[in-house]
C-alpha cells in the first residue's frame, strides 16, 4: 500500500476526553474516529488491525473444531422473553419498535439467538457437541463508555456457545477454550493472566476471565507471589484472616455518644478495628421492587459489591439515601444484627461465623454492644462478602496476595442448561431420553483488544504494534520523494518485501518533510521503518527499529535479506 494512496489522517491533536495513550493514539493516529458516545467508526489503518485480530481468533477457533456463523445483529425482544432475561438485562440493552410496534433489541450478547438456532435443528445425542461462534457488533447502553474502544456502546465480540450431552463434555470444552484463548492471547503478543471470575447475570458455575495485565486496566485482579493463583476481585478468596490483639470486653450495651464509625467506635473502647463489626447498609434493586439490606463485615474489611449483590440475589446494588435508611428503622452509625427490624434482609461475611468478643451497634442511637457472640443467633445467611485485600493470604498455597490491574479481554463460562431449559431447547439421549443442551459460552472483547494491545505496548510517542496486529510490518520511507532516484529504489525495495509476502507500506508523500513521515512513523507504530535518504548515492540505507527507535545503516544490496532476518 502507498501512503499517498491511502487515507491515513494524522493529528497532532489529543480529544478533550482521551486520558489513556490507546485512545489518544488511535484517534492521533487516524485508526478510529469518534461518532458519537461510545461509537466509532474504524479508518483504513483501524479496519486492517480490527481484521488482523479477527483473523488470529477466527484461526484458532477453527483449528479447535468450532463452526463460524453469523446472526442477526437486531433480534425480536421475544427470544428474550422466552429465556426471562428481557426484564433482567436491565437498561444496558437497547430496545427499539419497528413501524408495526414490533419489538426488537439491539443484541448485547446472543445465548437466546444460537439457542435458538440449534433448537429442533440438532436433536442426537449424535449430533453432539458443537461449538458456534461469531464475531459480530454488539450493542450495550453502557452507563459510562469511555477510554475510547475499551469501554464502548457500540463494540465487536467474538461470542461462541457449545451444546453437549454431559456435563463432562462441556467441561472438556471448557478447557479446550482456556487453551485456545491463551493461544490467541499469546500470538496477540499479550501479557495475560486467566483468573477465576465471578459468573454474574448471565448466570452458570465456573467462569474464568483472562485480563492483559496493564495500570489502566478498570479490574483489580488478585494474584498470589508465591503460586499461580489469580481471581478478580469480584471472585477472590482468601485464607481466614488471624484476629490478634483482642481485648476482652463483658457482654454489655455501653453508651458511645456520636461514635459511628469503625475508627472512633475502635478508638472509644479502646480496640482494634478487627474486633468491630461494620453494618454496610444498601439498597438492593430487583426487578420489580427495591428493598434496603444489611451487610456485616469485619470492621477492617471492605465489602465487596458483586459478592453482596449475589448474595441477596439483587440485579444490582446502590446507595441508600438518609430517607431510605430512616424509613427502614435503621439508625446509621449504629446498626448491628441484633434487634434489627423483623423485615431486615441481612447477610453476615463467612469469616465473622463462630466469632465471639465482638463489638457491634445497637439498633438505638448513641448505642453499641460488647462481647457480642455471632452464636447467639439463629437463622443467620452467611455468605463471603470481602474484598481480599493486599497482603492476605492465599488460600490455596498460605503465600501473600498482591493486587493489579487488568483489562477484560475474554471471558468464558460453563453456562449449564440454564438457557436451554427455560427455551425448551432439547435432544434425545443416549438413553432415549429428552434432555436440555447443557451448554458453555465464551466470549472475546476483539475492538476492545485494539486499545489493550495498545495499552501494553506503547512509548511517549505513539503505538507499538506486535507482530500479528500491526497494519504493516514494514514502513519504507522515502525521505524526498522529489529526488526520482530515491523514489525508484524506494519502490524497488517495496515491491520486493511484497514478493517475500512481508505486508508494507511506501511513504511516498512528496509533500511531507522527512521529519512529519518520522513523526508518523512513530505514532502509527509499524515495527520497523526503512529510510531511502540522500546517503542513496553511496549505495547506503537506514534500518529503524521502532521499538528502540535506533537507527543502522546497511548496504542497499542487504537491506531485503536484513528485513527478512529481523522479522522472523
Ligand atoms: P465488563 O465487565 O468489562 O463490562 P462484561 O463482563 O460485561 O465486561 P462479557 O459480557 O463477558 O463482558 O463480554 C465478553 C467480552 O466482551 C468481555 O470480556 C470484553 O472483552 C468485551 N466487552 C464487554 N463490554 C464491552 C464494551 N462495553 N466495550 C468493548 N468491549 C466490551
Ligand atoms: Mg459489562
Wanted: proline share 3%; charged share 30%.
Amino acid at each position: 500500500m502507498k501512503f499517498s494512496r491511502m487515507f491515513i489522517p494524522t493529528t497532532k491533536e489529543t480529544p478533550k476526553d482521551a486520558s489513556l495513550p490507546s485512545h489518544q493514539y488511535l484517534v492521533r493516529g487516524g485508526y478510529v474516529n469518534q461518532v458519537g458516545a461510545g461509537i466509532y467508526n474504524f479508518m483504513p489503518l483501524g479496519k486492517i488491525v480490527l481484521d488482523k485480530i479477527r483473523s488470529v481468533v477466527k484461526s484458532e477457533l477453527d483449528d479447535a473444531g468450532c463452526n463460524e456463523v453469523q446472526l442477526g445483529f437486531v433480534t425480536p425482544l421475544e427470544l428474550w422473553k422466552q429465556s426471562g432475561r428481557a426484564t433482567k438485562m436491565g437498561l444496558e440493552m437497547l430496545r427499539i419498535k419497528d413501524r408495526k410496534n414490533g419489538e426488537f433489541v439491539l443484541s448485547p450478547t446472543n445465548e437466546e439467538a444460537m439457542v435458538d438456532m440449534v433448537k429442533n435443528r440438532v436433536t442426537s445425542y449424535k449430533d453432539l457437541p458443537i461449538n458456534l461462534y461469531q464475531i459480530n457488533t454488539k450493542f450495550r447502553d453502557e452507563a459510562r463508555p469511555r477510554f475510547g474502544l475499551l469501554r464502548g456502546r457500540e463494540f465487536l465480540m467474538k461470542d461462541g456457545y457449545s451444546f453437549h450431552e454431559s456435563e463432562e463434555d462441556m467441561i472438556r470444552e471448557f478447557h479446550l477454550m482456556e487453551e485456545t484463548y491463551k493461544k490467541i492471547f499469546t500470538r496477540l503478543g499479550l501479557d495475560f493472566r486467566v483468573v477465576d471470575a465471578d459468573s454474574g447475570a448471565i448466570g452458570g458455575t465456573g467462569s474464568k476471565e483472562f485480563h492483559v495485565l496493564a495500570q489502566s486496566g478498570e479490574d483489580t485482579i488478585v494474584v498470589c507471589k508465591s503460586c499461580e493463583y489469580g481471581a478478580n476481585i469480584e471472585a477472590a478468596t482468601r485464607q481466614p484472616k488471624e484476629v490478634k490483639g483482642k481485648r476482652e470486653k463483658g457482654k454489655e450495651k455501653v453508651l458511645t455518644p456520636d461514635v459511628t464509625s469503625i475508627e472512633d467506635v475502635s478508638k472509644f473502647l479502646d480496640v482494634e478495628p478487627s474486633q468491630t463489626i461494620k453494618a454496610v447498609i444498601k439498597k438492593a434493586v430487583y426487578e420489580e421492587t427495591q428493598k434496603v439490606v444489611v451487610f456485616f463485615v469485619r470492621g477492617d474489611d471492605e465489602l465487596e459489591e458483586t459478592k453482596a449483590t449475589n448474595a441477596v440475589n439483587a440485579l444490582e446494588l446502590v446507595d441508600a439515601s438518609e430517607d431510605d435508611i430512616q424509613d427502614a428503622g435503621l439508625k446509621a452509625g449504629y446498626v448491628g444484627m441484633f434487634g434489627l427490624p423483623k423485615d431486615i434482609v441481612f447477610v453476615v461475611d463467612n469469616e465473622l461465623k463462630d466469632e465471639d468478643n465482638l463489638i457491634c451497634g445497637a439498633n438505638e442511637e448513641n448505642y453499641h454492644l460488647t462481647g457480642v457472640d455471632l452464636k447467639d443467633l439463629s437463622d443467620v445467611k452467611y455468605d463471603d462478602l470481602i474484598a481480599v485485600q493486599e497482603g492476605d493470604k492465599c488460600s490455596c498455597c498460605g503465600g501473600e496476595l498482591i493486587h493489579t490491574k487488568g483489562i477484560e479481554v475474554g471471558h468464558i463460562f460453563q453456562l449449564g442448561t440454564r438457557y436451554s431449559a427455560s427455551m425448551n431447547a432439547n435432544f434425545l439421549d443416549r438413553n432415549g431420553k429428552t434432555q436440555p443442551f447443557i451448554m458453555g459460552t465464551y466470549g472475546i472483547g476483539v475492538s476492545r483488544l485494539i486499545s489493550a494491545i495498545i495499552e501494553q505496548h506503547h512509548d511517549e510517542k505513539g503505538i507499538l504494534w506486535t507482530k500479528e496486529s500491526t497494519p504493516f510490518m514494514v514502513d519504507v520511507i522515502v525521505s524526498n520523494a522529489k529526488n526520482e532516484d530515491e523514489l525508484n529504489f524506494a519502490n524497488e525495495i517495496y515491491e520486493t518485501l511484497k514478493k517475500y509476502k512481508v505486508e508494507a507500506i511506501l511513504d511516498d508523500r512528496v509533500d511531507a518533510r522527512y521529519g512529519f513521515k518520522m513523526g508518523d512513523f512513530e505514532l502509527l507504530g509499524f515495527p520497523y521503518g526503512v529510510i531511502i535518504g540522500k546517503k542513496l548515492v553511496d549505495g547506503l540505507v537506514e534500518i529503524v527499529d521502532r521499538k528502540t527507535l535506533e537507527k543502522f545503516e546497511i548496504k542497499k544490496e542487504e537491506l531485503v535479506g536484513k528485513i527478512l532476518e529481523m522479522i522472523g
